[in-house]
């Protein structure tokens, strides 16, 4: 079973940094898509970043330029520094770890974690 544990979510200042951590166990993690999504408040789940396992990687247009996700095939983890906050960050941030063939499916393939919140404050 795929457990994937997301942590680094907090609360900081419009123009600060944070860095999300997921951390992966029962999957093959390197043969993975993985990926972060948000959801605000009233809002629809949507892509962040993802990350293949050739490396290739897609980031929402909001988000370029200020957030960059990586990984670590060694440690199962994939990570999400984000820099430039703004008020409009403000999310549950989920990690996401799916077959490769489902990576740019809109529908929520794969397995979950429980998320972490970020807040930006203005």
């Known amino acids: 079973q795929v457990q994937l544990v997301e942590s680094g979510g907090g609360l900081v200042q419009a123009g600060g940094s944070l860095r999300l951590s997921c951390a992966a166990s029962g999957t093959i993690f390197s043969f993975n898509t993985m990926g972060w999504y948000r959801q605000a408040p009233g809002k629809q789940r949507e892509l962040v970043a993802h990350s293949t396992p050739g490396g290739t990687t897609n980031y929402a247009d909001v988000v370029k330029g200020r957030f960059t996700i990586s990984r670590d095939n060694r440690k199962n983890t994939v990570y999400l520094q984000m820099n430039s906050l703004k008020p409009e960050d403000t999310a549950g941030y989920y990690c996401?770890?799916?077959?490769?063939?489902?990576?740019?499916?809109?529908?929520?393939?794969?397995?979950w974690g429980q998320g972490t919140q970020v807040t930006v404050s203005s």
């Open positions: 996401n770890a799916r077959a490769i063939q489902y990576t740019n499916s809109a529908l929520p393939f794969g397995s």
